[in-house]
Every structure is written in C-alpha cells, then in structure tokens.
C-alpha cells in the first residue's frame, strides 16, 4: 500500500472523476503561459497513467461542500464514484502496483530499494518546500515529521545535523539572479552525489553545467570520486529558462547559461575563503607548474638542487639500517598501536595471518624506504624496484583483517570511548545502518540505538583516529549504500567500507618504521597485489627498463 494523504483544499465531485482522464486537466490558461511556466510543468497525466497498473481509491472533500466523495478505479476501468463523510483534503492510495503487468512486477527491487527510491523523490519535495508540513510513515514507523520552519532547519533535519554540522551558508545575487542555501565543506564529501540538491524556482532540478561550475569553486580542495555535499535554491525569472526540455522536467535551458556558471563559480569560492578554506599546494605541485615556466636552464639547475637534497636525506639514514623481519606461516604478532596512529617508533598493528614474503625480497638483508608524493612508497629490489600505493596497501590489510573477523565469527573488541557519541542519523542512514548493525558491533564498534533515529557509539575499532568516531560511521554508510560491488556479499561489502574509509590517506607522511611496519603486513596478506576494488597496491620496474630509459642499453 502506498497511500499519500493531504489538508489542502479537496475536490469536487467533477474535478475528482476528472483527475482519472488522460489529456483532461492543465494548469496553462492562455497561450502566452508557455513562455512563463511557474508550476512544475506537468500535464497531469500521473494519476491515470498510476490507475492504469494498479487499484486506486481517491478519497476527496472540498472545502465548500458538506461532504466528500471516494472513488474507485481498477486497472484504468470501470470507476465508481460514492458520497462518504471525509475531512477537507485528499487521499489517494495505491494497491496491488502492476498487478495487470507481471513483467513489470517482477523487476521490481527489494521493499528497501524501492523504498529509497520513493525517499529521494520525497527529500526534493522536503526541501523545496519548507513551509509545508510534511509526514512520512513506513510500515506503520514515522520516519519523517517534518513541521513548517526556516529553510536551514529544514536542511538539518533531512540532511542529518551530523551532516548538517560540516556545511556553510552560501547567499549571493546578481542582476535579478538569486543563489541561496548550503554547500558543505572539503572534508565534508561523499562517495555518490545523493547529497546533491539544486532547485530552480522551487522546481529540483539536474544540470551538468551548474554541477560543474560548483565542483570548479572547490578547485584543487576535493579528490576525484569524491562528491561535496549541497543544497542550493536558485531563483529568476522563469522567462529566462525553459522546463520543456525534457518529459521528467530535471533538465532546464537557461538563455543566460555561461554567466550563470561562472555566477556558480564564484559563489561557491567566496563562501569557501570567508570560511578559511585555502587551496593547500604541495611542493611538487607548486614546483611542476613553475617548472612549465622556467627555461631549460633553470630547470636544470633545479633538478640538481633536488638530487643534492636527496643525497643529503640518505646521507642522513646511512647508518639507520632497517630490517624487514621475516615470519613462518605459523607466526603471530603481538597487538600493539594502530599503523595510522601518530608515528612512534615501536608502532606496529595487529596481523592475524602471517605468509612468507615474496621471493624477490627473500634475499634482503635490509630495505630503504623512500615516500613520494607522501603518497607511494618506493624500495629497492634485486631486479629493480618497487612502488606502492600506501593507501591501497593499508586497505588490503584492513580488508583481510576485518573479513577473518566476520567470517570466523570472533568478535573484535573495540576500544570503550571516554565520552560516549550521540549521533542523530538521516532516516535513510538510519536504515543502511540497521542492515549492518550487527556487523559492525562485531569488528569492534558498539552502537546502541537511543531513540528514533539517534544512536550512541560507545566503542571503536582500534584502528579508528580518535576524533573521527562519527564521520567513520557515516562513511561507511554512505559507501555501503552507494558503492557498486554488487558481487560482494554483505560481509566483503562491510570489510570494504571499513577498510576503504579507514586506510590511511594518500597525502599522510610516513616514517620508517611506518613504511616498514606497512610493508610487512601488506605481504602477510593472502592477496597483497590489488585491493577489494580491484585496483593494483604494487607495481615494480625492472633495472632493465631503467637501463633502456636513460639509454643504457
């Protein structure tokens, strides 16, 4: 049963019988409407088209009248029309959806997938019209109660207030063009663009143009695959869009389409620097693009600065041999503290399954690690050398580490926090975390569901940085709900968010005995080369294509 109930004004007895006939209702008066469109667009063909697949019962009463009328239709035929006491409004409900069409009813997805489904379109509808009281209740459980309030309560109380916390008020007019609402912060993003919500003229809208001209204000501050969060209102004059591009109405013409995105530019960047957000540009960075300019002599004399810098750092470690330690597959190590923690010498993380290491590296007495970039780390083998990507590799580890835990049914108990966190969840975060409640409780979290839709965290895997026991959780979430593994079962799903939130990042300085410790573990793993996404951690480059690369041979 999908059943939406209104206050509003109701419906004749006509005008209810109407509502059911194709091509019968319009809100275009005059000709000169099409030019000037200021409802959403439709054709009010909905109802019709929903009663054609499905059992539907219209309960309406308008205000004017003593009493309301509920109508029947089934599969598009035959309706019936009766008096019945009803409250001023309308109330439609759906049942037995495609029950004429079995193809179409098998392809329907889960209750849960079709309900998130439903949720989406429902969450434009949220924000777009603050000042409307909105209800929703599945299976009997109020999941949103939303009263009419501000624009900015409305956000918090659909994005989350968690979420909600990381975002920063963005209000700027040009010409008669006005841009108003929320953008959240670099470090505040996602892995999909569900949290993205643009409205033009209280109308949802998708455009490619203006979701560019947002992720060009961020410039350099957020990775690739990585999506900010935002909900912008955008109004002007209706004369200056056309809604008809397309039969869903999400894709707008604007006549003023380039001002308009360089508008969105600069929107989002005045918002970013009064909030103290500054490009970050590492060295290199900064260095490759003065690099461009410089002339082939300064670019010579610049290389060789880097190399005498380079001879000084390993000048400097000469006497400061590591070894790598080599285990039998019957070896443990003892716990000690996480690998991302901050850098001590004597840190090492757990490994629960202990292989030999490959054979190029057998024949090593002591290995130099080098990091670049602060991103890869570079060793030296017999045949050449090694390059690993420190954020894959630590995400392998963490992935094999996690899924023996699942698997095994041992539970991992995490570290109690000192302060427990109350954290209040979007509803549909909400759901996605009682999928995986259970799973996660078992690596280490522990979570207690409060009331509603806020739970306490009371303990964290030993691996979590303090400081970040909320934004994991809701990491994992969203990757859970939005990563594409669809031939994961939920269990490698689990281990992957976990791990691919949780590694650390690409940017993060590592000492020696990091490097080492990572190295490790990473070929104690049982597949060390690619991780869960399928993505390679190592790649080496033989002595001989050096060789042939400075012409050697």
């Excluded at 290199?284 to 600065?305: K, P």
């Excluded at 691996?463 to 990757?479: A, C, F, M, P, T």
Aim: glycine fraction near 6%.
């Amino acid at each position: 049963l999908i059943q939406v109930v209104d206050n509003g004004k109701g419906m004749t007895e006509e005008d209810l019988v109407l509502a059911f006939e194709r091509h019968a209702t319009s809100k275009i008066k005059t000709a000169n409407d099409l030019h000037h469109i200021e409802t959403l667009g439709f054709r009010g063909e909905a109802l019709p088209s929903i009663a054609s697949v499905s059992m539907v019962e219209a309960k309406s009463r308008h205000k004017s009248e003593p009493m309301g009328n509920v109508y029947r239709i089934t599969g598009g035929k035959d309706g019936k029309l009766v008096k019945t006491a009803a409250n001023i409004g309308t109330s439609i409900s759906v049942k037995n959806l495609f029950f004429n069409t079995p193809a179409r009813r098998r392809f329907l997805k889960s209750d849960t997938a079709e309900y998130q489904q439903i949720l989406n379109v429902l969450k434009k509808f949220f924000l777009a019209y603050p000042n409307i009281h909105f209800e929703l209740w599945v299976e009997d459980k109020q999941a949103y109660k939303l009263p009419e309030s501000a624009i900015d309560e409305r956000v918090r109380e659909v994005l989350g207030n968690s979420l909600f916390q990381g975002m920063l008020k963005l209000s700027n007019s040009l010409g008669g063009i006005d841009l108003r609402g929320f953008i959240s912060r670099p470090d505040v993003v996602r892995k999909s663009r569900a949290h993205q919500f643009l409205f033009l003229n209280g109308r949802p809208i998708k455009d490619k143009s203006l979701n560019h001209a947002i992720y060009q204000g961020y410039a350099n501050l957020i990775s690739p695959g990585e999506f900010p969060v935002y909900c912008l209102f955008l109004e002007m004059d209706p004369g200056l869009t056309d809604v008809n591009v397309h039969p869903t109405k999400m894709e707008v013409r604007f006549s003023n389409e380039r001002s308009l995105y360089y508008f969105f530019i600069n929107s989002v960047k005045q918002v970013l620097n009064q909030a103290g957000v500054i490009p970050q540009f590492s060295g290199a960075g900064t260095g490759s693009a003065v690099g461009n300019a410089l002339s082939q002599q300064e670019r010579t004399d610049s290389i060789m600065q880097e190399l005498q810098h380079k001879n000084r750092y390993m000048a400097r470690y000469a006497g400061a041999q590591l070894s790598l330690t080599y285990f039998s597959p019957e070896e443990k190590t003892e716990p000690a503290d996480q690998i991302d923690s901050t850098p001590a010498e004597q840190s090492q993380a757990p490994v629960h399954k202990v292989q030999p290491l490959p054979v190029h590296y057998q024949d090593k007495v002591d290995v130099q690690f080098w990091q670049i970039h602060n991103r890869y780390i570079l060793s030296e083998i017999k045949s050449g050398m090694v390059i690993i990507d420190q954020h894959v590799a630590h995400e392998r580890i963490l992935y094999e580490r996690i899924l023996k835990v699942l698997k095994e049914g041992s539970p991992s108990y995490g570290q109690k926090l000192l302060f427990p966190h109350k954290l209040t969840l979007a509803y549909d975060d909400f759901m996605v975390l009682q999928e995986i409640y259970e799973k996660l409780n078992k690596i280490g979290f522990s979570i207690k569901i409060f009331s509603g839709n806020t739970i306490v965290i009371e303990a964290m895997p030993a691996d979590v940085k303090v400081g970040r026991e909320s934004q994991i959780l809701l990491e994992i979430i969203d990757y859970y709900r939005n990563e594409p593994l669809k031939d994961f079962d939920p269990l490698e799903k689990v281990a992957a968010a976990f791990a691919c939130k949780n590694a650390i990042k690409s940017g993060e300085k590592l000492s020696q005995a990091e490097m080492q410790n990572l190295v490790d573990q990473l070929f104690a793993c049982e597949s060390p080369f690619f991780c869960p996404h399928g993505r390679p951690v190592i790649i080496t480059i033989d002595l001989e294509e050096l060789d042939r690369k400075f012409k050697r041979i």
